[in-house]
């Protein structure tokens, strides 16, 4: 073996075999560990020299299967509390196989109209969905990081423009460094995204009343009265600690008195718009000059999937411009060539799982779920205050609750050891996984709730494991 054409009428089966494990795994999901400690282990099986003679397709591919699926933190099922993490819809994931299958490179439009057309279509309802205009200009990108970079890099080519420099001609030499001015909310990827633009990660100045990093916007209007020039304003619409969120409005009033750029990176928080109930929280969003946010997060599509949008649509044309080469067409408004607008060239087909996801479920599904992760975070909440071993460290935000273990009589020092304890031996139980954190010099747990599956019980059952993990350390 080792020839696949010689497999070629095996294609069909392969995928039968992975599509026929599918329906037992997902109904696993929701009992089964999130990390099994007995079948979790690195896959140390898949490893050896390079195959001289190939095992053929359905050998390679049932290897493949029986290992990662035990191997595989399961990660899409409900009591997956670490980082931000969502899992896929049934539609969407559905839609991500059928990407595959097709194998599309969206990109540039002559290579797939499909996949060009139906990102047109989901940026469209995407654009409804977080109720901003509809004459933004848009591009998907592969997550939040890169729609960071996507907005960021129009911010840096408009400032750059400010001094008379086309920066993605002749870059950013012989100009200052670009003032980029935030909260104490700025999330590590905007400060990576400035670091890949060659701006520099410690470009970014903080401008905090206390010491959880809530704005200080009166020092804010000082730094952008003292740059007293062109800058970039980064709002944070979710803190990953807490779930809060900088004045989204109020920064967007100083950004229109600068006459700065407003950038907002709402990867999570950007779906408080889908709610009455919440969309205060991302007032003024509809006025920031560019967005990112994420899919593969509260969408809960497959990875890799994120998304930005410009209030002025040429900005990414502009910052991205024309991959120029005779074999390269040239696109227009309707034969749009996405990859002029981001930072990829040949991309993944992911507006079909977002297409598939919006049409399956619409805005009162997303609105719907939204609302009921809104309220299990209240719940968490609830059941932390009645737990006299548990203590909030922060009022609930959107989707995230940050508290700890502690039970009396413990100075702090102890306290923050015993919960970074409790965060490690939480995650070798497997039963719920949530991630430490360090909030006003107190150690504690940030679970954030972003999946479709998650229901009461899950929540009830983090709180019960926690309590239980915790009063065997102490
Ligand atoms: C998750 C997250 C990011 C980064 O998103 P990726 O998809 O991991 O690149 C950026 N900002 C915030 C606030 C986030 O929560």
């Not at 870059?171 to 100009?175: I, R, S, T, Y």
């Given at each position: 073996m080792g020839d696949p054409r010689d497999d070629a009428d095996l294609a069909a089966e392969a995928l039968k075999v992975v599509a026929d494990a599918a329906g037992p795994y997902l109904a696993s999901l929701g009992d089964r560990l999130v990390q099994d400690p007995a079948t979790g282990t690195l896959p140390d099986e898949l490893d050896g020299p390079l195959p001289e003679r190939g095992d053929g397709t359905l050998a390679a591919v049932g290897e493949l299967l029986r290992v990662a699926t035990d191997a595989a933190t399961h990660s899409s099922g409900p009591r997956f509390f670490h980082f931000v993490v969502g899992g896929s819809t049934p539609a969407a994931q559905a839609a991500d196989w059928l990407t595959s299958l097709l194998d599309q490179v969206s990109g540039l439009w002559p290579a797939s109209p499909l996949a060009t057309r139906v990102e047109d279509i989901a940026l469209a309802w995407l654009k409804e969905l977080f109720g901003l205009p509809a004459s933004h200009g848009g591009v998907l990108t592969p997550s939040a990081t890169l729609a960071n970079v996507t907005g960021l890099a129009a911010a840096r080519h408009w400032w750059a423009g400010r001094h008379g420099v086309d920066v993605s001609a002749d870059?950013?030499?012989?100009?200052p460094r670009m003032p980029v001015l935030s909260s104490g909310y700025v999330h590590p990827s905007s400060r990576k995204a400035l670091q890949i633009l060659g701006c520099g990660r410690d470009s970014v100045r903080v401008f905090a009343r206390d010491d959880a990093g809530r704005a200080d916007l009166a020092a804010l209007e000082a730094g952008l009265a003292a740059v007293g020039g062109p800058a970039v304003l980064i709002a944070n619409a979710g803190e990953v600690n807490t779930g809060d969120f900088d004045p989204i409005a109020e920064f967007a009033d100083l950004a229109e008195s600068y006459g700065a750029w407003l950038h907002v990176d709402g990867a999570f928080g950007l779906f408080a718009a889908v709610s009455p109930r919440t969309a205060h929280l991302v007032r003024g969003v509809e006025r920031a000059d560019s967005v990112a946010a994420d899919a593969h997060k509260w969408l809960n599509v497959p990875y890799e999937s994120g998304f930005a949008f410009v209030r002025e649509a040429r900005r990414l044309a502009e910052a991205f411009g024309t991959l120029e080469a005779a074999y390269l067409p040239v696109g227009d408004e309707v034969r749009v060539n996405f990859n002029a607008l981001g930072p990829e060239s040949s991309r993944r087909a992911r507006a079909l799982p977002i297409w598939a996801t919006l049409r399956a479920y619409g805005r009162d599904g997303y609105r719907a779920m939204v609302e009921r992760h809104h309220d299990l975070a209240l719940l968490l909440a609830r059941l932390v205050d009645q737990a006299p071993d548990l203590e909030a460290l922060a009022p609930p935000g959107l989707n995230v609750v940050c508290f700890r273990y502690r039970p009396d009589g413990l100075g702090e020092d102890r306290l923050n050891r015993l919960n970074a304890e409790l965060g490690e031996r939480l995650l070798a139980d497997g039963r719920v996984y949530a991630g430490t954190t360090t909030y006003r010099g107190r150690t504690g747990l940030r679970p954030a709730i972003v999946n479709w599956r998650t229901g009461e019980a899950d929540i009830e059952l983090l709180v019960s494991v926690v309590r239980e993990i915790g009063s065997g350390l102490v």
């Open positions: 870059g950013l030499a012989g100009l």
